[in-house]
């Protein structure tokens, strides 16, 4: 359940670009996911709705988009997306490329509601 | 009002991990961390390795668990300086757990940090605690598909230890398969195969520590 620790991360900065902003409700916070971050979209969510109770975060929609993974081979350098847990390059057949996209989560912008 | 930001969201934990990579660094302190599901032995790996070091290497121990501290004790009884930290319920160690700890380790009589992980094969993987090298703990009770189901560990362990190889004759644990997978996923990687109740490969798994704190 490292979704938890996630979520904290996320709400962290969110509350603090809150906080600076005249302490605004938060709307949205939009994230992008990298595929090879496991992220379980109901342990999210869940873990999303337990943070924010009782803060300026209470009832935002959390957005999210997954960013596929793309491996780069370590013989040919071409960059390809893997089609199982076994990366082996579609070129050369070579495994153990490193991986270049798709294994961080992003924080892309957070929406604040305004007065009135 | 859409703010733009545009950045790692565990960002504050790798700055932190930073921070501790810095501190240990200018100590001259290696550090390792330790990443199993619960019960692969890796207290027992440690206890092992101050057996079989008898004093070359000066270890210092943290160690992570939701609870309790029993492994602590382990450690202590072995005369290993040792900071328990619990998690209350957490699954993984973050940096500023460890940066917070390193102010009760005492760095300039240690050569090896230790970081014993909560067990668990997922979570940690994506927490950066300012280690030098990661260890990937699987004990033949487990199964050999393990790399397979859970690659992340293994695409980033510099070294793999099977533990519990003494009881490879009453499991169905298939060496040749696990060691495929493994070579798979992280090609080169060390493999030990070891077992803390005959001390089969401890003197690997100490030497290749030794190695780690540059006491090879």
């Given at each position: 359940?490292?979704?938890?620790?996630?979520?904290?991360?996320?709400?962290?900065?969110?509350?603090?670009?809150?906080?600076?902003?005249?302490?605004?409700?938060?709307?949205?916070?939009?994230?992008?996911?990298?595929?090879?971050?496991?992220?379980?979209?109901?342990?999210?969510?869940?873990?999303?709705?337990?943070?924010?109770?009782?803060?300026?975060?209470?009832?935002?929609?959390?957005?999210?988009?997954?960013?596929?993974?793309?491996?780069?081979?370590?013989?040919?350098?071409?960059?390809?997306e893997p089609e199982d847990v076994f990366w082996s390059c579609p070129a050369c057949l070579a495994p153990g490329g490193k991986a270049v996209a798709g294994d961080e989560i992003i924080l892309s912008s957070v929406v604040l509601r305004e007065a009135g | 009002m859409e703010i733009k930001v545009v950045e790692k969201v565990?960002?504050?934990?790798?700055?932190?991990?930073?921070?501790?990579?810095?501190?240990?660094?200018?100590?001259?302190?290696?550090?390792?961390?330790?990443?199993?599901?619960?019960?692969?032995?890796?207290?027992?790996?440690?206890?092992?390795?101050?057996?079989?070091?008898?004093?070359?290497?000066?270890?210092?121990?943290?160690?992570?668990?939701?609870?309790?501290?029993?492994?602590?004790?382990?450690?202590?009884?072995?005369?290993?300086?040792?900071?328990?930290?619990?998690?209350?319920?957490?699954?993984?160690?973050?940096?500023?757990?460890?940066?917070?700890?390193?102010?009760?380790?005492?760095?300039?009589?240690?050569?090896?940090?230790?970081?014993?992980?909560?067990?668990?094969?997922?979570?940690?993987?994506?927490?950066?605690?300012?280690?030098?090298?990661?260890?990937?703990?699987?004990?033949?009770?487990?199964?050999?598909?393990?790399?397979?189901?859970?690659?992340?560990?293994?695409?980033?362990?510099?070294?793999?230890?099977?533990?519990?190889?003494?009881?490879?004759?009453?499991?169905?644990?298939?060496?040749?398969?696990?060691?495929?997978?493994?070579?798979?996923?992280?090609?080169?990687?060390?493999?030990?195969?070891?077992?803390?109740?005959?001390?089969?490969?401890?003197?690997?798994?100490?030497?290749?520590?030794?190695?780690?704190?540059?006491?090879?």
């Amino acid at each position: 359940m490292h979704e938890a620790g996630i979520v904290a991360a996320i709400l962290e900065r969110a509350l603090s670009l809150a906080e600076e902003n005249g302490g605004l409700p938060i709307e949205s916070i939009r994230i992008e996911a990298g595929a090879l971050q496991q992220i379980v979209p109901e342990a999210l969510e869940f873990a999303f709705t337990a943070a924010i109770a009782g803060t300026l975060a209470e009832g935002a929609c959390l957005e999210w988009s997954v960013t596929p993974a793309r491996v780069r081979c370590p013989e040919c350098a071409c960059d390809y997306e893997p089609e199982d847990v076994f990366w082996s390059c579609p070129a050369c057949l070579a495994p153990g490329g490193k991986a270049v996209a798709g294994d961080e989560i992003i924080l892309s912008s957070v929406v604040l509601r305004e007065a009135g | 009002m859409e703010i733009k930001v545009v950045e790692k969201v565990l960002k504050v934990n790798d700055e932190l991990a930073q921070a501790v990579r810095e501190r240990l660094d200018a100590a001259g302190v290696s550090c390792i961390n330790m990443i199993s599901a619960p019960g692969s032995g890796k207290t027992s790996l440690l206890e092992s390795a101050v057996k079989a070091l008898g004093g070359r290497l000066r270890l210092s121990v943290i160690e992570g668990d939701p609870d309790t501290t029993l492994d602590a004790e382990r450690i202590a009884a072995c005369g290993t300086p040792v900071v328990q930290i619990n998690t209350a319920g957490g699954c993984h160690l973050e940096a500023n757990l460890v940066l917070r700890a390193l102010d009760q380790i005492d760095l300039q009589h240690t050569d090896l940090l230790v970081i014993e992980n909560v067990g668990n094969l997922v979570c940690p993987v994506s927490f950066d605690l300012g280690e030098n090298r990661r260890v990937a703990v699987v004990s033949t009770t487990e199964g050999h598909d393990k790399p397979a189901k859970y690659p992340k560990l293994f695409r980033c362990a510099d070294v793999v230890v099977l533990n519990k190889i003494d009881l490879l004759p009453y499991v169905d644990f298939r060496v040749d398969v696990f060691l495929d997978y493994v070579e798979r996923l992280r090609p080169g990687v060390p493999v030990l195969q070891v077992s803390c109740r005959t001390c089969e490969g401890i003197g690997g798994w100490a030497a290749w520590l030794c190695d780690v704190a540059g006491k090879g």
